[in-house]
């Protein structure tokens, strides 16, 4: 007579997926008997019993009797374990996902995978360009103050601005800092305003204007309508791509593709017979129904901040 550990042969039971009455037809095991046995009513069980339960449930006798434990064999290794990403993203950013996918022949989920390591990249490339150009920037400034001698009639600020000095440790301060969006350039009281008078973050900080040249010099393999608009480091970034893709998609419609580009809807919003269909007609037209819809709701929009502002007597 063996024993069996109630809680070993209940917990493996589920983890295979198997009710009572399951593991009784496959081991031949009455379903009584298995229910006595989970319930630890059965201190000791026939040989053949053990033998027909360990069959089944993928485990050997010693393992059932809790003697030793379990071999947890993993289906996978810890490089090939998969989770879902919980990150919440804009429509646009959903639906350039599936347009690169498609334009380059891989899968959203690889991309997704790349995501950190080209982010990553990008982002050391970018410090590496800003630490070079303040490389550059202090030898010929160097080379300049080399000529005061030359200039003895005239001011110092000829060939050395005092300022400029401040401004260059603000510079190095962010580099060092990884502040890849220069957003510290301002951190602290400053006799002079490191930023360009007519600086817009969004648009100008560092890392945009980098990655803006670099999407330029991609050319002519990325489409020329591609843009980035800019990215502020708190809100989605904002740029525009595949723009071909999307015409594609839609059977040369610029309305629906810039519908989608621009996050109207998400790709995935699109009924299943409509995202698959061969024939783009049904396709383009429900786009063009959700473009005019959001139109129509933007003129709406405006109409009432409009009304609200001249409530106030204030004009756009």
């Not at 630890?40 to 006798?61: D, P």
């Not at 190095?172 to 490191?194: F, M, Q, W, Y």
Request: with cysteine.
């Amino acid at each position: 007579m063996t024993h069996i550990d109630p809680t070993i042969l209940r917990a493996q039971r589920k983890k295979l997926r198997m009710s009572m009455a399951d593991l009784a037809q496959r081991s031949g095991v009455n379903k009584t008997t298995i229910a006595r046995i989970e319930r630890g009513e059965m201190t000791s069980n026939r040989r053949y019993t053990v033998a027909r339960l360990c069959a089944h449930l993928k485990l050997n006798a010693d393992q059932l009797a809790g003697l030793v434990p379990l071999e947890v064999a993993p289906s996978v290794t810890p490089e090939q374990a998969k989770g879902q990403l919980n990150a919440r993203v804009s429509n646009g950013t959903r639906n350039a996902l599936a347009l690169v996918a498609k334009r380059y022949q891989v899968s959203a989920g690889h991309i997704i995978e790349f995501a950190p390591l080209l982010f990553h990249m990008m982002a050391s490339e970018s410090l590496c360009h800003r630490r070079r150009n303040l490389a550059q920037l202090r030898q010929a400034r160097d080379a300049v103050s080399a000529l005061e001698s030359s200039f003895g009639h005239l001011s110092g600020r000829l060939v050395d601005d005092y300022t400029a000095d401040e401004i260059d440790r603000l510079e190095e301060r962010s580099i060092n800092g990884k502040d890849i969006v220069g957003r510290t350039l301002v951190d602290g009281d400053h006799a002079e305003d490191p930023l360009a008078w007519d600086y817009i973050h969004e648009d100008q900080n560092p890392f945009v204007a980098f990655l803006r040249n670099r999407l330029g010099s991609a050319q002519p393999f990325t489409d020329s309508s591609d843009t980035l608009d800019g990215w502020s480091g708190w809100r989605s970034p904002s740029y525009s791509i595949c723009r071909e893709e999307a015409l594609t998609y839609f059977d040369g419609d610029e309305d629906a593709a810039d519908a989608l580009l621009n996050g109207v809807f998400a790709i995935t919003e699109l009924p299943k017979d409509l995202r698959e269909a061969e024939d783009p007609a049904a396709r383009t037209a429900w786009a063009r129904s959700k473009a005019e819809a959001a139109g129509i709701a933007a003129q709406e929009a405006m109409a009432r901040l409009e009304e609200r502002l001249a409530s106030l007597k204030i004009q756009l």
